[in-house]
């Protein structure tokens, strides 16, 4: 019992680190109704500047603001040279595009950063916490903390904010809010500055918690069913889907992978997408897009 109790409260912890990284998913998706297949690289950008301002001598919350504003910068260029001139282009041009960037990034992050270290320390005790014969890394508990701010955050700027109607009016229909004054290139803008700072700080813990260094851009593809699981559009939704996904890995890991062999934790997610398409299509809290015709 003791040995299964210890494997949900990891899976949580490690849950919790998913969500703001599936967040990044959401929040383009909310926004401009496209899906980002470049967010691990993203991520590994945002870490390797990070691991990079560390290394520099800048002092963690120093390397992580720095970092910050580099990927900020990387999406205004993003948007001004890219995707200011596809607007109004179907929606797979724009996904075509992300995939040529997330190429592009592991290209030059390669050159870049190949010097550069890629493990990322908390100034946090090694010893781990005993909680009634449970052992829980500090490390993981700090990340999952700030993980969990980071998608409260995010809820409230778009339940709460100007900024989250606004997007949310651009993700509706377009024409109608460029109709009514919003300027849908500075919200786009505005979209992927968060994208760049999520992946810095979500980027960031999982390297603290997993381990950094390139295969950091295999992340997004392993978070993509949480999206799914939990609704391209929904934020709650998100954040269940990762818990979900996390504590049934670390579950199947724990008793299933010693009957079937290692990798099999790793798959379950997949499998519980497949199931997950059949039933809901749009994700369990997800809405269906429902047209007049």
Request: no cysteine; proline share 3%; charged share 10%.
């Given at each position: 019992m003791l040995f299964l109790a210890a494997l949900l409260v990891d899976g949580a912890l490690a849950g919790a680190?998913?969500?703001p990284i599936?967040?990044?998913?959401?929040?383009?998706?909310?926004?401009?109704?496209?899906i980002n297949f470049a967010l691990g690289e993203w991520m590994m950008v945002g870490t390797r500047l990070v691991a990079s301002g560390l290394h520099a001598g800048f002092g963690l919350l120093g390397a992580v603001g720095a970092a910050c504003a580099g990927m900020a910068a990387l999406a205004v260029v993003f948007n001004r040279v890219v995707l200011r001139h596809l607007a109004g282009r179907p929606v797979i041009a724009l996904i075509m595009v992300t995939l040529g960037l997330g190429a592009f990034l592991r290209a030059s992050g390669a050159v870049l950063f190949k010097d550069s270290p890629g493990y990322i320390r908390l100034p946090l005790p090694l010893a781990p916490l005993d909680i009634r014969g449970i052992f829980v890394p500090v490390d993981k508990l700090v990340a999952a903390g700030i993980a969990l701010g980071c998608v409260a955050l995010v809820s409230w700027i778009f339940q709460r904010s100007r900024i989250g109607v606004a997007l949310r009016a651009i993700a509706d229909d377009p024409q109608v809010a460029t109709s009514v004054g919003i300027d849908i290139h500075r919200y786009f803008v505005i979209t992927w500055v968060m994208v760049g700072i999520l992946s810095v700080v979500s980027g960031t813990l999982w390297a603290i918690t997993v381990g950094g260094g390139f295969?950091?851009?295999?992340?997004?593809?392993?978070?993509?069913?949480?999206?799914?699981?939990?609704?391209?559009?929904?934020?709650?939704?998100?954040?269940?889907?990762?818990?979900?996904?996390?504590?049934?890995?670390?579950?199947?890991?724990?008793?299933?992978?010693?009957?079937?062999?290692?990798?099999?934790?790793?798959m379950v997610s997949y499998l519980v997408v497949i199931a997950v398409l059949f039933v809901r299509p749009y994700g369990l809290l997800g809405k269906p897009q429902i047209e007049r015709v």
């Open positions: 680190v998913y969500a599936a967040l990044a998913f959401v929040v383009v998706y909310k926004a401009s109704r496209m295969g950091v851009v295999l992340v997004g593809l392993k978070v993509f069913p949480i999206v799914i699981v939990g609704g391209l559009d929904s934020i709650l939704g998100t954040l269940l889907g990762a818990i979900f996904i996390g504590v049934l890995e670390s579950v199947t890991t724990g008793y299933v992978d010693p009957l079937l062999g290692a990798g099999f934790g790793s």
